[in-house]
């Protein structure tokens, strides 16, 4: 019964080698220690820019354009004259307004003097009979419609009102103008910002002055820095908040550019590994770390991550001082031989 017993043995066991072999027989893996380190950690989003001192700029009154001294992407100063409509008919609307102001001005005197207070003394009228002086003779009015007139000639001229760059300008000259239109756009690039989202849930790791990095998705290579500058109080119903951050202006970035924002943060004292390490098995997140030549598997959870890393949770599955494999591991099995390269 022994031998018998004996040879059963020996063949189980043949059998388990040769599972082990088979499974990954000295499988040759790179480790690492695990340690608590800082856990860079990155957030990714699109957005799009856009600049703070952005403007569409209109004609006050309608009129032909006389003028245009400027043409897209120009950049121009505060108070650069972009352009002018024809001044005839406005100065001569103004010269009918002061007629008519100075009209109303001697029928106003004459209804003080039916009043029987003197017309250059005003400072001596009543103020009742002041206000009735003014309105009986339309002198408000008028005064109302020659300021007007002024204020509409004075704007005939359309000037920069910030310095920046012109856009949307085709409007061409001897065209009717009209204030209901746009004649152009001025931005300044200096001021530029992105929008974008962030998970509800990712809310408790970005903080307003937070870095972020800016990549345009049509000039990779035109890599800009910014801050978080707001960070709206208010979640959408699909889980989303709006964050907006200001960007260091670029010859390469343009207003309404399409980028990937990138929000890096670094959190102390985490138990860091490459997402190398860490392979699926049935669904789940597993681990394998090596001890006395073999590797042992470990099921753990992950908490945060960025392109190359993950951040574990501390559930004491793993812990400070474990060696970790990170290559090799695609087909381990549990308790498998292994050999560090």
Not at 42 to 57: F, H
């Amino acid at each position: 019964m022994c031998g018998l017993r004996r040879e059963q043995e020996r063949r189980i066991g043949g059998r388990r080698n040769g599972r082990n072999r088979i499974a990954g027989a000295s499988a040759k893996v790179s480790v690492m220690t695990l340690k608590l380190c800082d856990f860079h950690h990155e957030l990714v989003s699109n957005g799009k820019l856009s600049a703070r001192r952005y403007a569409d700029l209109h004609f006050e009154t309608e009129g032909v354009i006389a003028m245009i001294a400027v043409k897209n992407g120009d950049r121009v100063a505060q108070g650069h004259t972009l352009a002018t409509l024809t001044p005839f008919r406005l100065s001569n609307k103004t010269a009918q307004a002061l007629d008519a102001l100075e009209r109303a001005k001697l029928d106003m005197q004459d209804v003080l003097i039916g009043q029987g207070y003197a017309p250059d003394d005003t400072f001596r009228t009543p103020s009742p009979i002041m206000q009735l002086a003014r309105t009986k003779s339309g002198y408000n009015q008028s005064l109302a419609q020659y300021e007007l007139a002024v204020y509409e000639e004075e704007h005939a001229t359309l000037k920069a009102p910030f310095d920046g760059i012109v856009a949307n300008l085709f409007a061409k000259t001897y065209q009717q103008a009209s204030p209901s239109e746009a004649f152009c756009t001025i931005f300044d690039p200096r001021s530029l910002e992105t929008s974008f989202t962030v998970l509800e849930s990712e809310l408790p790791l970005i903080h307003t002055g937070d870095k972020v990095v800016v990549t345009p998705f049509a000039a990779p290579e035109a890599v800009a820095e910014g801050r978080i500058s707001e960070i709206n109080p208010l979640v959408d119903e699909n889980g989303m908040v709006r964050v907006k951050a200001t960007v260091v202006s670029s010859a390469r970035l343009f207003e309404g550019m399409n980028v990937r924002v990138s929000i890096r943060r670094s959190l102390p004292d985490q138990l860091v590994v490459p997402k190398e390490a860490v392979v699926l098995r049935s669904g789940k997140q597993v681990i394998f770390t090596y001890k006395d030549g073999v590797a042992v598997w470990n099921y753990i959870t992950t908490s945060l991550e960025n392109a190359t890393e993950y951040a574990l949770v501390n559930d004491g599955h793993l812990k400070e001082g474990d060696v970790v494999i990170t290559s090799g591991n695609i087909n381990l099995a549990h308790e498998a031989p292994v050999e560090i390269q």
